[in-house]
Each structure stands twice: as structure tokens, then as C-alpha cells.
């Protein structure tokens, strides 16, 4: 018995210690964590090439280059092209001898083509130096090989004219706006001459490229400008002759955001469209017309990330989430009829599948370990083959447990994830803090969540409860879900979250009197809208918040579409609407000090959102604060910006919750 108590006594010494050895996370850690993504398989299946860069998606990655590995994990992965310019956007060639990829690599050190944009290059998979294949003012955008591997198509703008870049060295650059576009135009590169061509004749942006298998056409997503409203909301999907230009025909007028993809045997093809409310988006299989398509998704219950045919063009694997989790799903065409494949978990939709359909190759994630490469085979499980963040093995990370609970008023289960600090006992009362995702179509997921954008694990380990519920509106249910905040943004989406609190509340999980709340574009708005509507909170902070519809509306890059198709009509038809889902209309009911954080070069949320608000609560002496970004949009980019965030995130929560 002595024995076994100094085994015991050992034992549970040993891990106190381990637990003590591992340190709590920090701003700066977070920032500079790499991250593993868009990965592409080779088509023999037994290689992949990948992006790794510093910071988050949101924002996009630093310091990106592309890395090689074999997908049976015999050797570690390795740089497969680097630069100090920089490179992005693998893309295998079909026949395996080709990666081509973005850069900011120039073929000429003395070209006149801005240093920011990005141009085509080639490198053979067996290495050696990379030959840059376009000079294109404007840059180019995206491109897909041809399954012959003879050409490459790709979208790019010629830039500024000669007369135009005089006029701006002379400042004459009055800016006319909604006229003299920059258009992002359909080329085609031979690769066997270098030689380039311009397809698509008529005015249009190019916003995506998907080959049909004979190399004859291209599936082209196509709106009228090159604006972001156009682009999101008003594209259409056409079928162009690869030889002539051509269109041939329309599969639809409304495309969606889902990457179109060509069944193999030519005769089908799946791609996304917007539903009737132009709020979510429908997945859709038809023939190569787009006709007789079927709506696959229209009873799934979860959402469609991104898909892909398997080779014998009666099936496709699909990335979705369902509630939080991420999974792979098989979908029959001929009856639509969705099967399980295998659970894991994921942020986003992106998996390359190999030729023979045996392999997937996938951006996955664990709850305690942030994005990297993995691995599914026919008939295993997913395995991860990347490991780039090995300092986190040292941190003290907080448990993700997915839950739900159900909205009070009309009894809707809501899905959910509960993130407890490391130590947690049961029965304690912890101070929590609720952050509200964005979109307001987007979700948070079971996985890694510590970035700038997403707060849970620098807060858990810092010793905080955060709850991250996904309200109606969210993806992970259903596209009828997706739009079941039409009309009603802060009523049942509102009431979805406080249901959630009270959950947390009546368990024993939640300090009711140290409660924080807080969140990035629509989890700004509903932040808020929230402290307009409630003094539960001690603590707020509002992201890139919208807290006017109506200024909103009038500076966003992506007006009048947005908020039109939300609340079925414009600020100018339904201004009493507008006027009454804006936080700024209930202003004086603020009690809650308030942080609001914002991006000086925020297109998406212009940054007088947040300066309203700010300027609100000053007058009304609620304690605020406000910190604005210079040189940043909608998602943070800069290393430093984001440490500054994290910072004053931990700093605001602590200072009233602690």
C-alpha cells in the first residue's frame, strides 16, 4: 500500500507540474502561428502542394510560400518554391509535370508592372527555378489548367493606359465613379508557345474558371462590373468556346459562390445558385445546359462547404458542417440522396481529390491545434500529415465541447460551442464572455479557435468561459436556416444568444453578474444591438460593427444588394425598417462600457460605423473607447495590428470582468 500511495503521489506530481510547465497564451503567439491551407493533390494521388503563411484567413496570410509533401507521410514536408515576393494559389498541371502558382515575382527586374499584384508562374513538380509567364498591370486573379495541360486560363486586367498613368503622376485622377472600370478579362496561355490570347470579347469580370474535361469550354462566372455588390450578388454563369470566345449558352443569372465543377464524363455539371431570397445559396447538379438540375441540398441538414466529383461521375464528395462539425458526405446525382462519409474538424471548405478518387486531401484542424494537412484514404480515417505549430503543444489551451440548447420563445435547437479555461471545475462560476460570428451567413465550427478574428482560446487560457453560438442566419442547419433572420436582425437571432446564456447561467457555468459579449462585423452589429437592448453584460465589443443600417447602406462596398435582399427592399422603400434594426436608434439605452475597434481602409464596414457609435456613447458618458487600424480592411493583415488587438481584447474583458 505505501508503495502504491508513492507511485500515486508521484504520478499526479509529475502532471501538476506538466500543467504548470505549459504557459498561457498570449497576443504574440497568436499572431504568429503558421497556418497549412489550399491544399492541392497531386493527380496520381501520392503528393501534395500547399500554402503556409502567418495570421488567419480572415485578413489573409503573411509570408506565404508553397510547400511540398507525400501523401503517405514517408518523408516531412519541404519548401517547394519560395521568394521574398512571395507565393500563393497552387495548381497541379494534369499530367503531374507542372505546379503553377501566384506571385509577385516579376520577369523582368526593370517592368514598369506595380510591385502589389500578382503574376502567373510555372515550375516543373521536379523542381528548379520558376518562369514567370504573364505581365499584366492589373495582375491576375485566378487561373485553371487545362485538363489537356496544353493551356492555361486565367483571369487578369490590363491595368491603367499609358494616358491614364500620366494623369495620375499629374493628379488629374478625379475618380468618376461607377464608370472606367478595371475589368478582369478571360486569357488563355499556350504552353507551348507562351503565347496569349484573349477569349471572352464582351464586357465583363471574370470571378472564376472551371475547364470542361475535353479542354473545349470553360464555365465562366461572369458579372457586369468588377465591383463587390456585382460580384456577390449578380453573376451569372455561362458556358464559353475556348477556341473563339463565344458564349454558348447560360446555366443560370444568379451564381453562387460555390466553386463549379464538371462532372468527368462531360455530361453534367454542379454549381451554386441563390435562392429566391438571394440570402443563401442552393447546390445544384444538372446537365452541362443546366437543365433538369436537381437542388441536392434542399432537406440537408448542415451546409455545403465545397465539392467534387468522383471518377466515375456518379457521385460527389462534399466538405459541409452540421451544428459545429465538419464532414465529409457522399452525394448520389441520380436521386440527390446525401451519406455520411467521416466527421472531423475544419473552419472551411477546401479538399482536393486525387484522379482515381482514393484520396482526399483536406485542411483540417484540431480543438487544440490550428489548420493543417490531412490525410483521407478509402476506407480510413482522416490522418493528419503537417504539423506546422508545434509550440502550442506547450500552451494551455482551453476544452472545446460542442453543445446546444433551445431558443425560449419558439423552442429551436441552436448548436453552439462552450470553451472552458484549462483547470476548469465543475459547479465554479467563471466570467464569460459570448463572441458573435460575422456574415451574418457564416458559422463557428469545432477546431482550432485562436486568431485575431476568432478570441476563444487567448480568453479561455487567460482563465475566461466563452460560449459561440451559431443563431438563425448561421450556416450548419439549413439554407432555410440560413435565411431565417430575413426581416428580423436582434429579434430570434437576438433571443437565440441570450437562450444561450441563460443555459450556460442556469448549468452553473456562467457568473451572471461577470457576463462580456462581443464580436466582428455582424457579431459587431449584434454586439450592439445588444447593449441597446440589455445591461446584462458588464462588458462589450463591438468589431467592425454595422450600428446604422441606413449610413451602412449608403457606404458599403456591397450596397444595395446586401441589406436589400435582408429586409426585402432598399433603405430608401423601408426606411422606418432600417430605422428600427439599428442600433444607433436605441443608443440611450447603453449602459455597457464599450470597445469598439475598427479598420481605417474597411470597404466592407466603413469605419464611420464604428465612429458613430463611439461618439454615441461619449456623449450618453458610458465608458468607451475606440482604436482604429490604419492601412486595414474588413480583416486584419498586419502582424502588430493584430497583436494590438488581442491585447486590448484581453485588457477591456479584464478590466470589468475581472
Known sequence: ???????????????????????????????????????????????????????????????????????????????????????????????????????????????????????????????????????????????????????????????????????????????????????????????????????????????????????????????????????????????????????????????GSTITRWSPDGKMIAFGKLSPAAIAEWHMVGDINGGNAQHVDDTYQGTIWSWDWMPDSKSMIAETIEGTRAKFVNINVSDGKISPVAEFNASYGDLSISSDGHKIAFQGEEKDSPPNIWIMESGQKPRRLTNFQPEVASWNVGSVQEINWKNQKDGKVIYGLLITPPGYVKGKLYPTVVQIHGGPEWSWWSGWLGSWHEWAQLLASNGYVVLMPNPRGSDGQNWRFIEANQNDWGGMDFEDIMSGVDYLVSEKIADPQKLGIGGWSYGGFMTSWVVTHTDRFKSAIVGAGVTDLISFNGTTDITPSFLKTYFAGTSVEKRDVYVNHSAMTFIQNTKTPTLVLHGEADERVPPGQGWEFYNSLKLLHVPTEMVTYPREHHGFHERLHQIDLLKRVLAWYDRYLK
Not at 502542394?49 to 518523408?75: C, K, M, Y
Open 1 to 255: 500500500m505505501r508503495l502504491l500511495f508513492t507511485v500515486l503521489l508521484l504520478f499526479f506530481s509529475v502532471n501538476a507540474q506538466s500543467a504548470e510547465s505549459k504557459s498561457t497564451i498570449t497576443a504574440e503567439g497568436i499572431a504568429d502561428l503558421h497556418v497549412a491551407q489550399d491544399v492541392q493533390i497531386s493527380p496520381d494521388g501520392t503528393r501534395v502542394v500547399f500554402v503556409v503563411g502567418q495570421g488567419n484567413t480572415f485578413g489573409g496570410l503573411r509570408d506565404t510560400h508553397l510547400w511540398i509533401a507525400p501523401t503517405d507521410g514517408s518523408e516531412p514536408a519541404r519548401i517547394f518554391a519560395s521568394s521574398e515576393n512571395g507565393e500563393d494559389y497552387p495548381r497541379w498541371s494534369r499530367n503531374g509535370k507542372y505546379i503553377a502558382f501566384l506571385s509577385k515575382r516579376r520577369a523582368d527586374s526593370k517592368t514598369e508592372i506595380p510591385a502589389d499584384v500578382d503574376e502567373l508562374c510555372i515550375m516543373p513538380t521536379t523542381g528548379g527555378e520558376a518562369e514567370v509567364v504573364t505581365e499584366f498591370k492589373g495582375g491576375v486573379n485566378m487561373f485553371a489548367w487545362s485538363p489537356d495541360s496544353k493551356m492555361i486560363a486565367f483571369s487578369a486586367s490590363e491595368g491603367p493606359t499609358a494616358e491614364q498613368e500620366q494623369k495620375n503622376k499629374d493628379k488629374d485622377d478625379a475618380e468618376f465613379v461607377d464608370h472606367d472600370y478595371q475589368f478582369s478579362r478571360l486569357w488563355i496561355l499556350n504552353l507551348a508557345d507562351r503565347k496569349v490570347r484573349r477569349v471572352l470579347k464582351e464586357d465583363g469580370n471574370v470571378n472564376e474558371i472551371s475547364w470542361s474535361p475535353d479542354s473545349s469550354e470553360l464555365a465562366i462566372k461572369l458579372s457586369p462590373t468588377p465591383i463587390s455588390d456585382d460580384i456577390y450578388n449578380h453573376s451569372k454563369l455561362v458556358i464559353v468556346r475556348a477556341s473563339t470566345g463565344e458564349i454558348n449558352r447560360t446555366v443560370t443569372d444568379t451564381a
